[in-house]
Structure formats: structure tokens, C-alpha cells
């Protein structure tokens, strides 16, 4: 007995498959939600070909059905991980295949173009809560009338890492304040205030090279003089303004210290101290051949 050849499971029938698609569409547009999916940039080291920075640096609006959600206040939500208990809140998206093509394509461009990607993230304004893709399902439902009508996202929780969000939405830009902030000290006489988020730039000559330091404002405090900064690119040099992209506010440094890191945001901070003893007890004039050549002294 043969399979019935009004179904086929193979190639199908365009204007069934057309139906179906519209359904789900439908379905999607009704019961979903509307979210930012924002693609990641990575920056590889070359040397070693590991990923040394993420970037996500554009965004997209689409409606997604919300399928299941898997940990949140369960005792699942734990995991015992490498360094210890670790929160896997999962959630599970649904998105229509046509309206990617048709649509996300047409907006974005992904690593793997045409598809989404595993590591781009998904932000849900509702909940205001953002969500690393991790596996995405490309055959559920299997081949319903020969075709394919979905994608299925399996997604945790967004562990905030040493990222970069630059995307012009700035509910998105203001997920990175997740990386290293370095306070740095201006002198007095600068003009203008910094804004925060906005980019800062050093420009200085180096031998008969002109060298760039940028970075991003976390926080200016006009009282005590100190900008705090975080992603920093280059090397920050005294007696150098940093001037304001934005805002045009222009600074000279005092004096900076990357040992010092978040140490008003940590009351048991003790690298300073560390740094000093190591200074008393080990002869940095030999060189290490496990580590860095030198001393450190007042930064990295």
C-alpha cells in the first residue's frame, strides 16, 4: 500500500504550504510578542583565534511566539557549574521562516546571513530582559505538507560579559554596563561636561606616530573631577585632554590608575594592596617567564 498522493511528503503543494505559512503567521502576529533581535560582531584575537570582545551593533524589531519558558524560580533554575552555582533560565521563541526572509534579512545582517544565530540576542521589552540564542531548531515541526514554517530558539538568560552595545537604541546601549570601569582624574580648567555613554577620544604623538585612546562614559562627577570610563581602547596618557564626541567637553588627565577597578563599587577591593606588597616582596628587575615582564606599577 502506497502513501496516499493527495499528501505528499516530498515537494508538496504551493498553495497548501502558502496556507500554512499564513496561519502560523497569523498565529505568531496574535498570541506573540513584539522583541529586538540584535546580531553579534565578534573580534578575534588572531594570534590565539579566541573571541576577545562582542559588539552588537544593530537591531531589529519582529513579533515572536513565546513558547515555553523553563527555570525561572525553580529549583532547575540552578545549575552546578565550573565556578559554582549557575542560573539557567531558559526560554524557548518561535519565528516565522517567511517573515525572517522576507523581513530581518532585508533590516540586519547576521554572522550566517539568512538564518538567526546562535549567540545573537533577543531583548524582551515586557519583561526587560535580554536572551542569548543558544541552539536553533530549523526542522520543528518536521516537514509539515514537505515544508519547513518556523524556526525554534532556545535561549537563557543574557550573562552580561566585556561587550560593546552601540546599536542607536539607547534602551539596548544601556545594557553594557557590565565591563571594567577605570576612574580617571582630570586637572582643573577643562570646559564642558561629558555626557554619559557618549565616546571620548585622546589623540597624542608617540615617537613620530599619532596614537588614538578611546573609551565610553560611565559617569562625570564636575565635583571631583573624575570620569569614569569602560571599554577603553589605547593607552591613556597624562597631561592629554580627553575630549567628548558628543558633548565637546574637553579634559586634561591628572593622573589614572586600571589597578584601581571599581574600587568605589567595592568596599573589599584590595589589588592596590596586593600591588604594593608585591612590589616589597618579589625582585621585578629578573624577568618572569610565567608571566608579565616587569613591574606593573600604577597600571596595566
Not at 585632554?241 to 565637546?248: P, R
Request: with cysteine; glycine share 8%; charged share 20%.
Amino acid at each position: 500500500m502506497t502513501k496516499n498522493s493527495y499528501f505528499p511528503q516530498y515537494g508538496g503543494i504551493g498553495s497548501e504550504q502558502d496556507l500554512y505559512q499564513d496561519l502560523v503567521d497569523e498565529q505568531i502576529k496574535i498570541f506573540g510578542m513584539d522583541v529586538y533581535y540584535i546580531p553579534k560582531t565578534m573580534l578575534i584575537d588572531r594570534a590565539l583565534n579566541d573571541v576577545v570582545l562582542s559588539k552588537f551593533e544593530d537591531n531589529v524589531m519582529i513579533e515572536m511566539l513565546l513558547t515555553s519558558v523553563d527555570g525561572f524560580g525553580g529549583a532547575s533554575s540552578l545549575n552546578l557549574a565550573k565556578f559554582g552555582l549557575q542560573i539557567k533560565d531558559e526560554v524557548v521563541f518561535t519565528v516565522s521562516k517567511r517573515r525572517w526572509t522576507n523581513y530581518v534579512t532585508t533590516e540586519i545582517t547576521t554572522h550566517v546571513n539568512g538564518i538567526p544565530n546562535e549567540g545573537d540576542l533577543i531583548y524582551v521589552p515586557m519583561t526587560q530582559n535580554t536572551y542569548e540564542i543558544k541552539y536553533v531548531e530549523r526542522e520543528a515541526p518536521f516537514y509539515q505538507l514537505g515544508k519547513n514554517y518556523t524556526y525554534t530558539l532556545n535561549c537563557e538568560l543574557y550573562n552580561p560579559g566585556n561587550s560593546i552595545f552601540n546599536t542607536g537604541n539607547s534602551t539596548l546601549d544601556n545594557l553594557e554596563g557590565e565591563s571594567y570601569i577605570f576612574p580617571v582624574t582630570m586637572n582643573t580648567g577643562g570646559t564642558g561636561t561629558f555626557s554619559v555613554g557618549e565616546t571620548v577620544t585622546q589623540t597624542y604623538t608617540e615617537g613620530s606616530t599619532q596614537k588614538t585612546t578611546t573609551a565610553k562614559v560611565v559617569k562625570w562627577d564636575a565635583s571631583t573631577r573624575k570620569l569614569r570610563l569602560t571599554y577603553l581602547v589605547g593607552n591613556v596618557k597624562t597631561n592629554v585632554a580627553f575630549v567628548g564626541q558628543t558633548s565637546a567637553a574637553n579634559w586634561v588627565v591628572n593622573n589614572f590608575d586600571t589597578i584601581d577597578i571599581l574600587i568605589d563599587n567595592n568596599a573589599y577591593d584590595e589589588n592596590r594592596y596586593y600591588e604594593n606588597k608585591g612590589d616589597v616582596i618579589i625582585d621585578f628587575t629578573e624577568s618572569n617567564p610565567f608571566g608579565e615582564y616587569g613591574d606593573i606599577g600604577g597600571s596595566f
